[in-house]
């Protein structure tokens, strides 16, 4: 496609060939010794009337290709959009989980579990924080008023 199409041949009304602005050409094919078979200026404006729904046709078909090549273009450029989100979102959900299991190997357990043994079986440990403040003397008993 040389030309780009900016709008739809279509939409493009026939010229009125047997119009007076049209006379001089239709005198011109009427006189040409190569078209000996018009001789009026009714078969001149068929003749050109003709010879623009030829060209007009062919408008429309490159008109016709281009719309399907654009959209197929915007169906193409639209494809690799959602994969490049999808590719994104993906990496997001990697780095999440990611961020998740580092999150997860700092945590420290409370409580040792073995599989198959009861409840009573767990060794009885405390939190880490309260640990920290009882080797710190910071604790207080409940009923103990507070130290100002």
């Not at 200026?41 to 719309?67: P, S």
């Not at 197929?72 to 690799?80: I, K, Y």
């Not at 994104?88 to 420290?108: F, H």
């Amino acid at each position: 496609m040389a030309n780009r199409l900016e709008f739809d041949p279509a939409l493009m009304p026939c010229p009125d060939f047997t119009d007076e602005f049209y006379a001089a050409l239709r005198n011109s094919l009427i006189i040409d010794p190569n078209h000996a078979r018009i001789s009026d200026n009714q078969e001149a404006a068929n003749q050109f009337k003709e010879q623009w729904k030829v060209v007009n046709t062919r408008l429309r078909e490159q008109y016709h290709t281009q719309v399907l090549a654009d959209q197929e273009e915007a169906d193409q450029r639209r494809a690799e959009a959602e994969e490049l989100q999808k590719q994104r979102d993906s990496e997001d959900r990697e780095r999440l989980l990611e961020q998740a299991r580092e999150v997860e190997k700092k945590r420290i357990p409370v409580y040792s579990f073995v599989a198959g043994q009861g409840a009573h079986r767990k060794p009885l440990r405390i939190h880490p924080y309260a640990e920290k403040l009882m080797l710190a003397r910071k604790y207080r008993l409940r009923n103990e008023p507070k130290r100002c």
